[in-house]
Every structure is written in structure tokens, then in C-alpha cells.
């Protein structure tokens, strides 16, 4: 039996500035002494902690705080010019940008219109979303979203076709982005961020084991278990928009990659053309849903083909979501993208008494909470998680 390895001073004091460094992120600015009480150190420790972090540039001073009578205490913060990160959402017609700094606070944003023109160029595009967005200082880490899936084997494009992610199929795709943009890039699947971000900031917060539905003009979905993002050995676990559905057309008699499975019955245009079966109008789907919900609220034979319209809405959901909860028996199933958001709670109850007539478990089913553009939330977190690990890190000069 080997004994413990005992803690170097370096790697003490590296766990002692990573805890300091964390709580002044998660409270703001700290005196010496909050700082002293909330990490467990000594009053000299303590100053020789801010020192060392003050000239690595990661805390600056932050006024003073008035205490008792004749007392005052120096407070400090995070230097937010420390790092800063970048957030992209990549779809066919815009790439959005976001950058934020080192404390998650957005300094820059920029929406690019890109409908792609023969000849473009992928980093050229990627760059002047970033560079519209007007960082303060040069990027630490990029995290782009896209709507596909990242084989994390070889760094190649799948589940999608060149149409729906134009520019992006060359084989290395991403190694070619890193070295065209010259900055460390990661790429993501669009909704495996959105579930990022329902984990962080929305109702999936403190859940280890929950599935994402994102439902809007495609399908897709995210799988979260034990806290950690289930991604399947090519990265397209998830990817239900393509799931062989009862009364949906198969790939077999579509195509790979054509209009079938659960996509072909839930999808937005679907349910438009569902809709517009039980008298419901609108100019696209979420209309339609919008008209239907309002409509469901009133009385008469408007109403009651409005409510069976969302009941087949909300049974061709619950069929998918049957499949889903059998294999991985979640406790929660966040649902989101804007068919169901504009169904809201309407919708969201009636999918989850289909659902709970199909399965044995019974998860609960909740609306996302998260507001703005869930993409871009998730890929900053993930940019600020890597880019916090690199910096807060770089304290203690290594042996």
C-alpha cells in the first residue's frame, strides 16, 4: 500500500489562489480579511496571496471599504482584463459574436448577416463576426456553435449537409480554424450548448441526469448524465431529429439526411401543415402555435379544434420523448427552441400527459428559463471554464 503524496509548497499555494480567485468571482470585491475567512488562511498567508495574484495581474485593488470607527480595509476584485473569451452562433444565414472577460462580463456583441456567396471564405466570416464584436484585448479561447455534430475522433462535420453548415465539411475543419483564426477554438453542437446553459443558469441547475428537447424549425436534443454532457463515439448522441418515428418516413425511403423520422412529424414546417389541418392560420409555425394557444382559451368549435390540434401536437412530441425516457430513464426533460416556448405552459402540460401515458418513469417535464440566445450563453461558459482553468492556473511558476 503506497502512502499519500504529500502537498509541494507550489501546489498549496496554487489550490490556495485558485480558492481565492473562485470566491472573488463568485461574491465580487473582498477585503484581506473576507478573503482570510473564506478560504481558512492566516492574515500573512493571506497578504502574500494578494501580492502573488496582483502581480500575475489577476486582481487589482478596488477602493476602500469603510468599517468600524477609524478602521478601513483595501478591497480587491478580478482584474476582468486578465483574459477574455469569444461565443459564436453559427447558423446558415448570421453568425452571432459575443465576447465577454475573464468575470463573465459581455464587453462586446455583433450580429453578421451571411447569406454565403460563392467563393466566401469560413474564417474570413467567423473572423469578422469576432471582429465586430470589438474586444477590448486579443481572445484566449473561442467556442463556436454550430448546427451539427463534432466527431471528436477525427474533428470532422456530421449530421448535417453543406447546405445547412456551408463551408464547414472540409475534413479537419477545426484544426483548419484554429490555425486560420489564431486563437485556441473549440466547436460545439448548437443544442449541447443550449443544455450548457440550462445547467448553468436555467431549470436544469443542480440536475446530474436530464435531457434537452429542442424544438423549433429542426429537432435535437441534448443528454446530460452525471453532470457531464453525453456527447456518444462521433459525437451525435442526441441527434433525434433523425430518430425513426411510428408514421414518419424512414431514412430508408427518404435519405440520409433528407426530411424523416421524429423530424418529419414535429418539426416546425410539420406542425404548421398540422395546424393548418384543424383551421388554425398563421404565416409559420410559431404563429400558428401562438393562434392555436389563444384561440384554446376561448369557447365554442374554434376552440375545441384549436385544443385537438395542440393535443396532436403534444402526442407526436410525447411518442420521441417516450423513446428517449425509456433508454435513459431522465429525472428531468427540459423543453425549449420555439415551438414549445410558444406553446408555453399550455403545451408543456399536455406533452407531459402524453408522455406519461407512454412510459413507465414519469420525469418531469419544464419550460427553459434561460432568456436571450441560449447558444451563445452556453459556448461563453464553456470559453470562460477553459480560459479561467488556463489563467487562474498561471500563479505558480511551474517546477
Given amino acids: 500500500m503506497s502512502s499519500p503524496t504529500p502537498g509541494t509548497p507550489s501546489l498549496l499555494r496554487a489550490i490556495n489562489d485558485r ?28 497578504s502574500q496571496l494578494l501580492s502573488r495574484l496582483q502581480n500575475a495581474g489577476l486582481v487589482v485593488p478596488d477602493g476602500i471599504r469603510e468599517g468600524l470607527p477609524g478602521r478601513t480595509a483595501e478591497v480587491y476584485r478580478i ?3 486578465a483574459a477574455y473569451v469569444g461565443a459564436l452562433d453559427v447558423t446558415p444565414d448570421r453568425i452571432e459574436a459575443r465576447v465577454a472577460d475573464i468575470t463573465g462580463t459581455v464587453v462586446g456583441e455583433h450580429t453578421l448577416h451571411t447569406p454565403r456567396r460563392p467563393g466566401d471564405d469560413l474564417v474570413d466570416r467567423l473572423r469578422a463576426a469576432l471582429e465586430g464584436a470589438k474586444s477590448p484585448g486579443s481572445l484566449r479561447h473561442v467556442v463556436i456553435g454550430v448546427q451539427a455534430a463534432v466527431d471528436p475522433t477525427t474533428g470532422t462535420i456530421g449530421y448535417a449537409t453543406a447546405k445547412d453548415t ?23 453542437n ?7 446553459a440550462e445547467q448553468a443558469h436555467g431549470v436544469a441547475k443542480g440536475h446530474g441526469d436530464f435531457v434537452l428537447l429542442w424544438a423549433d424549425e429542426g429537432i435535437g436534443s441534448a443528454i446530460v448524465l452525471g453532470g457531464r454532457m453525453h456527447r456518444g463515439a462521433t459525437g451525435g448522441a442526441g441527434e433525434v431529429g433523425y430518430m425513426p418515428t411510428p408514421g414518419a418516413p424512414t431514412a430508408r425511403e427518404a435519405g440520409r439526411y433528407a426530411n424523416h423520422g421524429y423530424q418529419a412529424l414535429t418539426g416546425g414546417p410539420a406542425v404548421h401543415r398540422l395546424l393548418r389541418s384543424y383551421g388554425v ?15 384554446a382559451e376561448g369557447t365554442g368549435q374554434r376552440a ?10 403534444a402526442a407526436r412530441l410525447a411518442v420521441g420523448l417516450a423513446a428517449i425516457t425509456s433508454v435513459i430513464d431522465p429525472g428531468l426533460i427540459v423543453l425549449t427552441g420555439g415551438l414549445v416556448l410558444t406553446g408555453g405552459e399550455l403545451l408543456r402540460e399536455l406533452v407531459e400527459h402524453e408522455l406519461h401515458a407512454l412510459t413507465i418513469p414519469r420525469p418531469a417535464l419544464r419550460l427553459s428559463t434561460v432568456e436571450g440566445n441560449p447558444v451563445l ?3 461563453l461558459d ?3 471554464d477553459t480560459a479561467r482553468d488556463e489563467v487562474f492556473s498561471s500563479t505558480v511558476p511551474t517546477p
Avoid: C, H, M, Y
Wanted: aromatic letters at 2%; glycine letters at 10%.
Fill in 166 to 188: 456551408p463551408g464547414w465539411q472540409t475534413p479537419g475543419v477545426v484544426s483548419a480554424l484554429r490555425d486560420g483564426l489564431g486563437i485556441p477554438v473549440a466547436v460545439e
Fill in 281 to 295: 392560420r398563421g404565416s409559420d409555425f410559431r404563429q400558428s402555435i401562438a393562434n392555436a394557444v389563444r384561440s
Fill in 377 to 379: 450563453a452556453g459556448a
Fill in 382 to 384: 464553456l470559453a470562460l
Fill in 79 to 81: 482584474n476582468p482584463a
Fill in 304 to 313: 375545441d379544434d384549436a385544443r385537438a390540434g395542440l393535443r396532436d401536437i
Fill in 19 to 46: 480558492a481565492a480567485l473562485q470566491a472573488l468571482l463568485e461574491r465580487g470585491p473582498l477585503t484581506r480579511p473576507e478573503i482570510g475567512t473564506l478560504t481558512g488562511l492566516s492574515k500573512p498567508t493571506a
Fill in 190 to 196: 448548437n443544442v449541447n450548448l443550449v443544455a450548457q
